[in-house]
């Protein structure tokens, strides 16, 4: 566990972000050291004119966005050299019709073939029908394959997993995205600052607030506006009440696909109790629509505060014996420990925030690494082991709820008085802006181009599961077909927020 106060905030989000526009050799150059590990890949996204790829500095810490001019459509792949890229670029595809040159995977994804159209958020004519969805080959002996989705047994979210398995060890796992596609991207198109919050904090419901968060800071940045003190705390305050009620519903969910339903049951109150702490705070059980540009919608008064405070304590008081009925039961620990294990070598090279790369030695939280106010100005505790298999992930998670409880009470502790929300001003010319948000899977990443009125001409939103789905596939290789709920819930992954 890597314990320290975070750093100041990086200037990002203070200040407009403008691209960096480059050539073929730096671009080219950039997928390289993305690859060796001197870069993390935060995002790779599309204009209708350029590419860009936004990535942070490891030992700097520094962001920086590349832009790429296109010419005839074409770019450099990224992910020829560095994996992390691949699905990002096939997306690209679907969505502009640009062509990564030397791509090493050239299918649809996003894209099914039911839009009609070819390149939507392009030039929108009519496409040709796509082939069918060719799955990787697999060969060896006594392999079987079992097609699992897209509709699932329980009211989830679509997606296709299509396990190729040996008896009943996985030899390879490949999953098939975008049922979810809504169109969000084409949707921010033309709105109005107002009405883009709105969309940001509806891409994956049970992150409504980090999206919300992300895009403002985005906006902000943009526009150069100052939130007021009051606003950030308030803000910190809810992003960890999102990030409690996830986690309890993550740890009991987890525990209740190895037949331990005490887990989930009791997991599930703790998660009811944080819900209706926030209904009764801030007026919204899962916080849509408290953030927006310039601060927030509703302020704590005394009554809130005494809610939350009230909530913090009850977690306190009943959380610990969740804990230890989950350590202390070893048929729950068998189907746990050793399952699903995510090497940190693959956590680092993909970029796998939140709980997943933690647990892969990943030493890495937006809150303390690319500080925001007022984690700037808070204590806390990363979280981290090395173990990488779904215990380890239960565990972190364990401790992010120790700490968003830490969190809380330091907030509540040091709330500010003051307004909650300043209008920002209209810059009068076109702006871009960079927002970055601990969310409880990991960084969620907004960027924003707003044009001269101060409409949005592009929003780029990225979830953290682009980088995890990936990963799962990996994790189950070798272990049996009746373990992948367990690594599956043990992930997480969001399918609304990747497939947007």
Request: include cysteine; glycine fraction near 10%; aromatic fraction near 8%.
């Amino acid at each position: 566990m890597n314990t320290r106060t975070a750093s100041a905030p990086q200037p990002f989000r203070s200040q407009p972000m403008p691209r960096q526009k480059v050539g073929a050799t730096e671009w080219e150059l950039a997928a390289v050291e993305a690859a060796r590990g001197r870069f993390d890949l935060l995002s790779l996204w599309a204009t209708e004119d350029a590419v860009l790829m936004a990535l942070r500095q490891v030992e700097s810490g520094l962001t920086d966005v590349l832009s790429y001019p296109l010419a005839a459509g074409v770019f450099p792949s990224v992910a020829a050299q560095h994996p992390a890229a691949q699905r990002l670029e096939r997306a690209i595809h679907d969505l502009y019709g640009h062509r990564a040159e030397a791509a090493p995977d050239t299918r649809a994804w996003l894209d099914h073939g039911r839009w009609g159209i070819a390149a939507p958020l392009g030039a929108a004519t009519p496409g040709p029908a796509l082939p069918p969805y060719e799955f990787l080959p697999v060969e060896g002996e006594s392999l079987h394959q079992v097609a699992v989705g897209p509709v699932h047994a329980g009211i989830i979210e679509p997606g296709h997993f299509r396990f190729t398995a040996q008896g009943e060890a996985v030899v390879r796992l490949e999953a098939r995205l975008g049922y979810t596609h809504k169109g969000v991207d084409a949707l921010m198109r033309g709105a109005s600052l107002a009405r883009g919050a709105e969309l940001a904090g509806r891409v994956s419901g049970d992150s409504a607030l980090a999206y919300a968060w992300a895009y403002a800071q985005a906006a902000e940045s943009a526009l150069g506006a100052e939130v007021p003190a009051r606003a950030l705390y308030l803000r910190t305050i809810m992003a960890e009440l999102e990030r409690l009620a996830n986690h309890l519903g993550d740890i009991g969910a987890i525990c209740n696909d190895a037949a331990m339903a005490m887990m989930l049951a009791q997991c599930g109150v703790l998660r009811e109790a944080v819900l209706r702490a926030a209904d009764a705070a801030f007026g919204h059980r899962f916080l849509r629509d408290r953030i927006v540009p310039g601060g927030v919608t509703h302020d704590l008064d005394a009554r809130g505060i005494s809610t939350i405070a009230g909530l913090a304590a009850r977690l306190r008081s009943r959380f610990p014996a969740c804990v230890a009925l989950y350590d202390g039961t070893p048929s729950l620990l068998g189907r746990t420990v050793s399952t699903g294990t995510l090497a940190p070598e693959l956590a680092r090279h993909f970029g796998a925030g939140g709980p997943v790369g933690r647990a892969s030695g990943r030493d890495f939280d937006t809150r303390r690494d690319c500080a925001y106010a007022p984690y700037d100005d808070l204590t806390f505790n990363v979280p981290r082991r090395a173990d990488g298999d779904v215990n380890a992930r239960i565990w972190i998670r364990i401790r992010e709820v120790e700490q968003s409880l830490a969190l809380i009470e330091q907030c509540i502790a040091r709330l500010p008085e003051g307004p909650v929300f300043a209008a920002p001003a209209a810059a009068g010319e076109p702006r871009e802006g960079l927002g970055l948000v601990e969310g409880f899977r990991g960084d969620v990443l907004v960027w924003l181009a707003l044009a001269a009125d101060g409409s949005i001409t592009r929003c780029h939103l990225r979830d953290p599961s682009w980088f995890q789905w990936p990963l799962l596939e990996a994790v189950i290789e070798g272990n049996i077909i009746a373990d992948f709920p367990l690594c599956n819930k043990s992930f997480n992954c969001s399918y609304s927020g990747h497939d947007l």
